[in-house]
Protein backbone atom coordinates (compact mmCIF):
# COMPACT_ATOMS: atom_id res chain seq x y z
CA UNK A 1 0.00 0.00 0.00
CA UNK A 2 1.41 2.74 -0.99
CA UNK A 3 1.08 6.87 0.47
CA UNK A 4 -1.70 9.03 -0.63
CA UNK A 5 -0.02 11.34 -2.31
CA UNK A 6 1.90 8.15 -5.11
CA UNK A 7 -2.11 7.00 -5.35
CA UNK A 8 -2.99 10.94 -6.79
CA UNK A 9 0.56 10.46 -8.83
CA UNK A 10 -1.16 7.16 -10.06
CA UNK A 11 -4.72 8.23 -10.44
CA UNK A 12 -3.97 9.26 -14.79
CA UNK A 13 -1.87 5.67 -15.13
CA UNK A 14 -5.22 3.92 -13.33
CA UNK A 15 -7.59 5.99 -15.71
CA UNK A 16 -5.75 4.38 -18.57
CA UNK A 17 -5.10 1.00 -17.23
CA UNK A 18 -9.32 1.25 -16.74
CA UNK A 19 -9.26 2.11 -20.94
CA UNK A 20 -7.32 -0.71 -21.59
CA UNK A 21 -9.04 -2.95 -19.37
CA UNK A 22 -12.12 -2.65 -21.62
CA UNK A 23 -10.22 -3.74 -24.71
CA UNK A 24 -8.84 -6.48 -22.75
CA UNK A 25 -12.35 -7.58 -21.44
CA UNK A 26 -13.89 -7.94 -24.94
CA UNK A 27 -11.00 -9.84 -26.32
CA UNK A 28 -11.28 -12.18 -23.52
CA UNK A 29 -15.28 -12.60 -24.73
CA UNK A 30 -14.01 -12.52 -28.04
CA UNK A 31 -11.82 -15.65 -27.45
CA UNK A 32 -14.46 -17.09 -25.37
CA UNK A 33 -15.72 -19.63 -28.12
CA UNK A 34 -12.19 -20.91 -28.34
CA UNK A 35 -11.41 -21.42 -25.44
CA UNK A 36 -13.87 -23.55 -22.58
CA UNK A 37 -11.84 -22.08 -19.70
CA UNK A 38 -11.49 -18.08 -20.46
CA UNK A 39 -15.14 -18.22 -19.69
CA UNK A 40 -15.71 -20.78 -17.60
CA UNK A 41 -18.83 -23.07 -18.36
CA UNK A 42 -15.99 -25.83 -18.78
CA UNK A 43 -14.35 -28.45 -16.70
CA UNK A 44 -11.87 -25.70 -14.61
CA UNK A 45 -12.35 -22.44 -13.42
CA UNK A 46 -9.60 -19.99 -12.74
CA UNK A 47 -9.01 -18.02 -10.07
CA UNK A 48 -6.69 -15.60 -8.70
CA UNK A 49 -4.64 -14.57 -5.27
CA UNK A 50 -3.37 -10.91 -5.42
CA UNK A 51 -1.45 -9.17 -3.24
CA UNK A 52 2.00 -8.58 -1.27
CA UNK A 53 3.83 -12.27 -1.10
CA UNK A 54 6.98 -11.58 -0.46
CA UNK A 55 7.61 -7.89 0.33
CA UNK A 56 8.41 -6.14 3.85
CA UNK A 57 4.87 -6.38 5.10
CA UNK A 58 4.06 -10.52 3.27
CA UNK A 59 3.58 -11.40 6.74
CA UNK A 60 -0.16 -10.67 6.77
CA UNK A 61 -0.56 -11.73 2.96
CA UNK A 62 0.73 -15.00 3.15
CA UNK A 63 -1.72 -16.60 5.78
CA UNK A 64 -4.88 -15.09 3.85
CA UNK A 65 -3.01 -17.09 0.49
CA UNK A 66 -2.62 -20.07 2.66
CA UNK A 67 -6.14 -19.84 3.60
CA UNK A 68 -7.09 -19.76 0.21
CA UNK A 69 -5.41 -22.52 -1.24
CA UNK A 70 -6.92 -24.78 1.62
CA UNK A 71 -10.32 -23.94 0.81
CA UNK A 72 -9.45 -24.82 -3.19
CA UNK A 73 -7.13 -27.97 -2.56
CA UNK A 74 -10.09 -29.32 -0.18
CA UNK A 75 -12.73 -28.55 -2.88
CA UNK A 76 -10.90 -29.93 -5.49
CA UNK A 77 -10.07 -33.16 -3.26
CA UNK A 78 -13.92 -33.99 -3.92
CA UNK A 79 -13.21 -34.77 -7.03
CA UNK A 80 -15.84 -31.94 -8.69
CA UNK A 81 -17.06 -31.67 -12.14
CA UNK A 82 -15.72 -28.24 -12.24
CA UNK A 83 -11.90 -28.05 -10.96
CA UNK A 84 -10.66 -24.81 -9.79
CA UNK A 85 -7.22 -23.56 -10.63
CA UNK A 86 -5.48 -21.25 -8.76
CA UNK A 87 -2.71 -18.61 -9.74
CA UNK A 88 -0.72 -16.16 -7.25
CA UNK A 89 -0.05 -12.43 -8.06
CA UNK A 90 2.25 -11.32 -5.68
CA UNK A 91 2.14 -7.37 -6.10
CA UNK A 92 4.47 -6.74 -2.75
CA UNK A 93 1.52 -4.50 -2.05
CA UNK A 94 2.49 -1.83 -4.53
CA UNK A 95 -0.52 -0.41 -6.81
CA UNK A 96 1.51 -0.11 -9.93
CA UNK A 97 2.52 -3.07 -9.61
CA UNK A 98 -0.89 -4.72 -8.84
CA UNK A 99 -1.72 -2.56 -12.18
CA UNK A 100 0.09 -4.57 -14.48
CA UNK A 101 -0.77 -7.92 -13.02
CA UNK A 102 -4.47 -7.44 -13.17
CA UNK A 103 -3.96 -6.72 -17.12
CA UNK A 104 -2.14 -9.78 -16.79
CA UNK A 105 -4.88 -12.06 -15.09
CA UNK A 106 -7.29 -10.43 -17.91
CA UNK A 107 -5.66 -10.99 -20.86
CA UNK A 108 -3.23 -14.08 -20.58
CA UNK A 109 -4.99 -16.01 -17.50
CA UNK A 110 -8.53 -15.33 -18.11
CA UNK A 111 -9.18 -15.63 -14.80
CA UNK A 112 -13.07 -16.12 -13.71
CA UNK A 113 -12.41 -14.49 -10.32
CA UNK A 114 -9.69 -12.70 -8.08
CA UNK A 115 -9.77 -13.16 -4.26
CA UNK A 116 -7.96 -9.55 -2.92
CA UNK A 117 -6.11 -7.51 -3.92
CA UNK A 118 -5.07 -7.77 -0.16
CA UNK A 119 -4.15 -3.97 0.36
CA UNK A 120 -6.27 -0.88 0.29
CA UNK A 121 -3.50 1.16 -2.07
CA UNK A 122 -3.79 -1.24 -4.71
CA UNK A 123 -7.45 -2.39 -4.37
CA UNK A 124 -7.99 1.09 -5.30
CA UNK A 125 -6.47 0.83 -9.02
CA UNK A 126 -7.36 -2.74 -9.23
CA UNK A 127 -11.17 -2.85 -8.28
CA UNK A 128 -11.82 -0.43 -11.32
CA UNK A 129 -10.10 -2.38 -13.69
CA UNK A 130 -11.76 -5.33 -12.89
CA UNK A 131 -14.94 -3.98 -12.57
CA UNK A 132 -14.90 -2.95 -15.95
CA UNK A 133 -13.72 -6.01 -17.33
CA UNK A 134 -16.84 -7.78 -15.55
CA UNK A 135 -14.55 -9.53 -12.83
CA UNK A 136 -15.78 -10.35 -9.58
CA UNK A 137 -13.11 -10.41 -6.37
CA UNK A 138 -13.52 -10.53 -2.67
CA UNK A 139 -10.80 -9.13 -0.41
CA UNK A 140 -10.03 -10.81 2.54
CA UNK A 141 -8.52 -7.72 4.32
CA UNK A 142 -8.15 -4.28 2.43
CA UNK A 143 -10.33 -2.17 4.65
CA UNK A 144 -10.06 1.45 3.44
CA UNK A 145 -13.48 3.17 4.03
CA UNK A 146 -13.77 4.39 0.54
CA UNK A 147 -13.42 1.15 -1.58
CA UNK A 148 -17.06 0.81 -0.42
CA UNK A 149 -17.85 3.60 -1.91
CA UNK A 150 -17.32 3.42 -5.52
CA UNK A 151 -20.30 1.71 -6.47
CA UNK A 152 -17.70 -1.14 -8.12
CA UNK A 153 -20.51 -3.64 -9.36
CA UNK A 154 -17.99 -6.95 -8.87
CA UNK A 155 -16.08 -5.94 -5.97
CA UNK A 156 -16.55 -7.31 -2.43
CA UNK A 157 -14.39 -8.02 0.88
CA UNK A 158 -15.06 -10.12 3.62
CA UNK A 159 -14.04 -7.94 7.07
CA UNK A 160 -15.39 -4.48 8.03
CA UNK A 161 -13.91 -1.30 7.08
CA UNK A 162 -11.57 0.80 8.73
CA UNK A 163 -14.41 3.35 10.33
CA UNK A 164 -15.79 0.56 11.93
CA UNK A 165 -12.27 -1.19 12.79
CA UNK A 166 -11.61 2.66 14.39
CA UNK A 167 -14.73 3.02 16.10
CA UNK A 168 -13.66 -0.29 18.11
CA UNK A 169 -10.56 0.53 18.54
CA UNK A 170 -11.59 3.60 20.00
CA UNK A 171 -14.09 2.14 22.28
CA UNK A 172 -11.48 -0.13 23.47
CA UNK A 173 -8.88 3.01 24.15
CA UNK A 174 -11.84 5.00 25.91
CA UNK A 175 -13.28 1.89 27.65
CA UNK A 176 -10.34 -0.36 28.94
CA UNK A 177 -7.91 2.42 29.64
CA UNK A 178 -10.09 5.28 30.44
CA UNK A 179 -8.30 7.16 28.53
CA UNK A 180 -8.50 11.03 28.45
CA UNK A 181 -5.38 12.31 26.09
CA UNK A 182 -4.66 9.87 23.34
CA UNK A 183 -1.31 10.24 20.74
CA UNK A 184 -2.29 9.23 17.70
CA UNK A 185 0.54 8.62 14.78
CA UNK A 186 0.59 7.44 11.49
CA UNK A 187 2.94 6.73 8.12
CA UNK A 188 0.29 8.33 5.28
CA UNK A 189 -0.02 5.35 3.98
CA UNK A 190 -3.54 5.28 2.86
CA UNK A 191 -4.46 2.65 4.89
CA UNK A 192 -2.71 4.28 7.80
CA UNK A 193 -3.79 8.05 7.61
CA UNK A 194 -7.16 6.59 7.33
CA UNK A 195 -7.82 4.21 10.27
CA UNK A 196 -5.81 6.73 12.69
CA UNK A 197 -8.39 9.43 11.10
CA UNK A 198 -10.91 7.02 12.09
CA UNK A 199 -9.86 6.26 15.94
CA UNK A 200 -8.92 10.03 16.26
CA UNK A 201 -12.77 10.83 15.81
CA UNK A 202 -14.02 7.82 17.64
CA UNK A 203 -11.63 8.96 21.06
CA UNK A 204 -12.75 12.67 20.48
CA UNK A 205 -15.91 12.07 20.74
CA UNK A 206 -15.61 10.24 23.63
CA UNK A 207 -14.26 13.12 25.39
CA UNK A 208 -10.56 12.22 25.05
CA UNK A 209 -8.31 15.39 23.77
CA UNK A 210 -5.62 14.40 21.01
CA UNK A 211 -2.49 15.29 19.66
CA UNK A 212 -0.72 13.92 16.40
CA UNK A 213 2.04 13.14 14.32
CA UNK A 214 3.20 11.44 10.89
CA UNK A 215 6.12 9.49 10.83
CA UNK A 216 7.97 8.73 7.06
CA UNK A 217 7.32 5.04 6.24
CA UNK A 218 10.46 4.30 5.14
CA UNK A 219 11.87 5.88 7.96
CA UNK A 220 14.30 4.59 10.75
CA UNK A 221 14.95 7.15 13.07
CA UNK A 222 11.64 8.04 15.00
CA UNK A 223 13.20 10.53 17.45
CA UNK A 224 11.64 13.12 16.82
CA UNK A 225 8.34 11.49 17.46
CA UNK A 226 9.31 9.67 20.51
CA UNK A 227 10.17 13.22 21.94
CA UNK A 228 6.62 15.03 20.68
CA UNK A 229 5.01 11.58 22.44
CA UNK A 230 6.39 12.60 25.69
CA UNK A 231 5.59 15.98 25.91
CA UNK A 232 2.11 15.10 25.32
CA UNK A 233 1.90 12.44 28.27
CA UNK A 234 -0.70 11.01 26.64
CA UNK A 235 -2.84 8.01 28.41
CA UNK A 236 -2.84 5.83 25.26
CA UNK A 237 -0.67 5.91 21.93
CA UNK A 238 -2.33 4.57 18.83
CA UNK A 239 -0.15 4.01 15.44
CA UNK A 240 -2.06 3.06 12.24
CA UNK A 241 0.24 1.21 10.17
CA UNK A 242 1.58 -1.86 9.27
CA UNK A 243 4.05 -4.19 11.97
CA UNK A 244 7.19 -3.59 10.27
CA UNK A 245 6.85 0.54 10.57
CA UNK A 246 5.04 -0.41 13.98
CA UNK A 247 7.66 -2.53 15.31
CA UNK A 248 10.59 -0.02 14.58
CA UNK A 249 8.17 3.06 16.07
CA UNK A 250 6.96 1.16 19.53
CA UNK A 251 10.82 -0.13 20.07
CA UNK A 252 11.94 3.24 19.74
CA UNK A 253 9.37 4.33 21.90
CA UNK A 254 9.78 1.81 24.87
CA UNK A 255 13.75 2.71 24.62
CA UNK A 256 12.87 6.44 25.00
CA UNK A 257 10.79 6.06 27.98
CA UNK A 258 7.45 6.10 26.64
CA UNK A 259 5.27 3.43 28.94
CA UNK A 260 2.16 3.75 28.30
CA UNK A 261 -0.31 1.24 26.46
CA UNK A 262 0.38 1.11 22.48
CA UNK A 263 -2.47 0.10 19.93
CA UNK A 264 -2.55 -0.34 16.68
CA UNK A 265 -4.32 -2.11 14.07
CA UNK A 266 -4.74 -5.22 12.04
CA UNK A 267 -2.17 -3.80 9.79
CA UNK A 268 0.17 -5.21 12.49
CA UNK A 269 -1.29 -8.28 13.63
CA UNK A 270 1.93 -10.33 13.10
CA UNK A 271 4.54 -11.82 14.87
CA UNK A 272 7.27 -9.40 13.28
CA UNK A 273 5.42 -6.77 15.45
CA UNK A 274 6.90 -8.05 18.36
CA UNK A 275 10.13 -9.11 17.03
CA UNK A 276 10.48 -5.72 15.57
CA UNK A 277 9.57 -4.11 19.42
CA UNK A 278 11.86 -6.43 21.10
CA UNK A 279 10.20 -9.04 23.61
CA UNK A 280 11.49 -7.05 26.56
CA UNK A 281 9.47 -3.80 24.94
CA UNK A 282 5.92 -5.75 24.07
CA UNK A 283 4.33 -5.25 27.58
CA UNK A 284 0.96 -3.58 27.19
CA UNK A 285 0.65 -3.36 23.51
CA UNK A 286 -3.31 -4.03 21.69
CA UNK A 287 -4.00 -4.91 18.39
CA UNK A 288 -7.64 -4.57 16.77
CA UNK A 289 -8.28 -6.38 14.09
CA UNK A 290 -11.57 -7.08 11.93
CA UNK A 291 -10.22 -10.59 11.87
CA UNK A 292 -11.42 -13.56 14.01
CA UNK A 293 -8.36 -15.90 15.31
CA UNK A 294 -10.09 -19.02 16.77
CA UNK A 295 -7.65 -21.99 17.03
CA UNK A 296 -9.76 -23.64 19.48
CA UNK A 297 -13.32 -22.40 18.24
CA UNK A 298 -14.43 -20.60 21.00
CA UNK A 299 -16.75 -18.75 18.92
CA UNK A 300 -17.35 -21.00 16.20
CA UNK A 301 -16.69 -24.49 15.79
CA UNK A 302 -15.72 -24.53 12.42
CA UNK A 303 -12.81 -22.54 13.64
CA UNK A 304 -11.12 -25.23 14.93
CA UNK A 305 -11.77 -27.77 12.06
CA UNK A 306 -10.04 -25.19 9.89
CA UNK A 307 -6.94 -24.14 12.49
CA UNK A 308 -6.91 -28.61 12.43
CA UNK A 309 -6.27 -28.42 8.76
CA UNK A 310 -4.60 -25.78 8.25
CA UNK A 311 -1.95 -26.46 11.00
CA UNK A 312 -1.79 -30.44 9.19
CA UNK A 313 -1.03 -28.69 5.49
CA UNK A 314 1.16 -25.55 7.01
CA UNK A 315 2.70 -26.71 9.90
CA UNK A 316 1.77 -23.49 11.25
CA UNK A 317 -1.57 -22.30 13.61
CA UNK A 318 -3.52 -19.63 11.88
CA UNK A 319 -2.54 -15.83 11.74
CA UNK A 320 -3.71 -12.80 10.50
CA UNK A 321 -6.88 -13.17 7.46
CA UNK A 322 -6.02 -16.98 7.36
CA UNK A 323 -9.28 -17.33 7.90
CA UNK A 324 -10.76 -14.64 5.93
CA UNK A 325 -8.96 -15.93 2.90
CA UNK A 326 -10.62 -19.11 3.51
CA UNK A 327 -13.77 -17.71 3.58
CA UNK A 328 -13.05 -15.25 0.60
CA UNK A 329 -12.43 -18.30 -1.59
CA UNK A 330 -15.02 -20.40 0.02
CA UNK A 331 -17.75 -17.66 -1.35
CA UNK A 332 -16.30 -18.10 -5.11
CA UNK A 333 -15.85 -22.45 -4.30
CA UNK A 334 -19.95 -22.07 -3.31
CA UNK A 335 -20.95 -19.94 -6.39
CA UNK A 336 -19.43 -22.37 -8.59
CA UNK A 337 -20.50 -25.71 -6.71
CA UNK A 338 -24.33 -23.76 -7.90
CA UNK A 339 -23.28 -24.15 -11.52
CA UNK A 340 -22.19 -20.88 -11.90
CA UNK A 341 -18.84 -21.03 -13.97
CA UNK A 342 -18.81 -17.61 -15.73
CA UNK A 343 -17.83 -14.15 -13.71
CA UNK A 344 -21.14 -12.60 -14.30
CA UNK A 345 -23.36 -15.45 -12.86
CA UNK A 346 -20.46 -15.73 -9.93
CA UNK A 347 -20.89 -12.43 -8.92
CA UNK A 348 -24.64 -12.68 -9.25
CA UNK A 349 -24.28 -15.44 -6.58
CA UNK A 350 -22.06 -13.33 -4.31
CA UNK A 351 -24.92 -11.10 -3.99
CA UNK A 352 -26.85 -13.87 -2.32
CA UNK A 353 -24.98 -15.91 -0.39
CA UNK A 354 -25.14 -16.38 3.11
CA UNK A 355 -23.41 -18.55 4.83
CA UNK A 356 -21.30 -19.17 8.08
CA UNK A 357 -17.68 -19.15 7.55
CA UNK A 358 -14.54 -20.49 9.43
CA UNK A 359 -13.82 -16.34 10.27
CA UNK A 360 -17.72 -15.08 10.96
CA UNK A 361 -20.71 -15.25 8.84
CA UNK A 362 -20.22 -14.80 4.23
CA UNK A 363 -23.23 -12.49 3.38
CA UNK A 364 -22.67 -9.08 1.53
CA UNK A 365 -24.54 -5.78 1.76
CA UNK A 366 -25.35 -4.20 -1.95
CA UNK A 367 -22.34 -2.53 -2.14
CA UNK A 368 -19.61 -5.41 -1.75
CA UNK A 369 -19.38 -4.58 1.79
CA UNK A 370 -19.50 -7.51 4.54
CA UNK A 371 -22.66 -7.43 6.80
CA UNK A 372 -21.04 -8.45 10.20
CA UNK A 373 -19.37 -5.98 11.73
CA UNK A 374 -16.97 -7.09 14.62
CA UNK A 375 -13.71 -5.75 15.64
CA UNK A 376 -11.28 -8.34 17.94
CA UNK A 377 -8.44 -7.16 20.01
CA UNK A 378 -5.17 -8.92 20.85
CA UNK A 379 -2.51 -8.76 23.44
CA UNK A 380 1.12 -8.59 23.27
CA UNK A 381 1.80 -11.58 25.93
CA UNK A 382 4.71 -14.52 26.01
CA UNK A 383 5.92 -13.39 22.27
CA UNK A 384 2.37 -13.98 20.90
CA UNK A 385 -0.09 -11.91 20.13
CA UNK A 386 -3.79 -14.01 21.58
CA UNK A 387 -7.14 -12.93 21.33
CA UNK A 388 -8.22 -10.81 24.42
CA UNK A 389 -11.97 -10.21 23.21
CA UNK A 390 -14.57 -8.26 21.35
CA UNK A 391 -13.58 -4.84 21.41
CA UNK A 392 -17.05 -4.18 22.82
CA UNK A 393 -16.59 -6.51 26.06
CA UNK A 394 -12.57 -6.66 26.63
CA UNK A 395 -10.72 -5.76 29.27
CA UNK A 396 -6.82 -5.28 30.54
CA UNK A 397 -5.55 -6.27 33.85
Known amino acids: MERLGTLRRNMMRVTGAVAMS???????????????????????????????????????????????????EQYNATNPKVKIELKRYDSQGKPEQATGLAQQAIKNDKIQGLIGPAFSGESQSV?????????????????????????????????ADDEVQGAGASDFIARAFKAKKVFVVHDNQDYSKGLADYVTKGVQAKGATVATDVVDQKGTDYS???????????????????????????????????????????GSLDGGLIKGTGANNANKVYVSCPCLIDPEGKKNPK???????????????????????????????EAIKAGNTTPEK????????????????????????????????????????PLLGNTKDATVK
Not at 143 to 148: A, E, K, P, S, Y
Not at 306 to 312: E, L, P, Q, V
Not at 348 to 370: D, M, R, Y
Open 346 to 385: INQFLSTINIEGVAKPIKFESNGELAAKDIYVYESKGGKL
Open 224 to 266: STVNKAKQAAPDVLFFGGYYAQAGRLFKQLREGGVTVPLVTGD
Open 22 to 72: AVLALGAVACGGDDKDSSGGGDKVTLGFMGDLTGENSGIVIPPWNGAQLAV
Open 303 to 333: AKTFNDAYKAKFNADVAIYSGEGFDAATAFI
Open 127 to 159: APILDEAKIPSVSPSATNVTLGEKKWTYWHRVV
